[in-house]
């Protein structure tokens, strides 16, 4: 299984920019699609989580919006109203069910970088 995170580049701040993720792979299904987002020197922060409820963290709350496509094995973040601080690498992360696998496991996507500029 592989996760494939896109959408991410330079842009202004204001305004909306949404990422991808595609989860690909042996999956029978995905419990828990995340974002996360990583700046240099800082742990990585939790954005947003769609499972049994939505959840988002404190820094994004009434900004961004998760959603997912589950026939796609896709999720999405809304990045509504950026701000600088939003800079950085974002990470998307499920916890999948696979063929192989007795039990669900945690996945990671490679990253993609939003940089938001004044």
């Known amino acids: 299984v592989q996760l494939q995170a896109s959408g991410g580049g330079v842009v202004q701040t204001g305004g909306s920019l949404p990422l991808s993720c595609a989860a690909s792979g042996s999956i029978v299904s995905i419990n828990v699609m995340n974002w996360y987002r990583q700046v240099p020197g800082k742990m990585r922060e939790f954005i947003a989580s769609s499972g049994e409820r939505i959840i988002y963290g404190d820094s994004v709350k009434g900004r961004f919006i998760i959603s997912r496509d589950n026939g796609k094995n896709m999720w999405y973040l809304q990045m509504n109203d950026r701000e600088p601080e939003d800079t950085g690498v974002y990470y998307c992360?499920?916890?999948?069910?696979?063929?192989?696998?007795?039990?669900?496991?945690?996945?990671w996507g490679q990253g993609t970088l939003v940089t938001v500029s004044s």
């Open positions: 992360y499920a916890v999948i069910k696979t063929e192989l696998d007795a039990l669900p496991r945690v996945f």
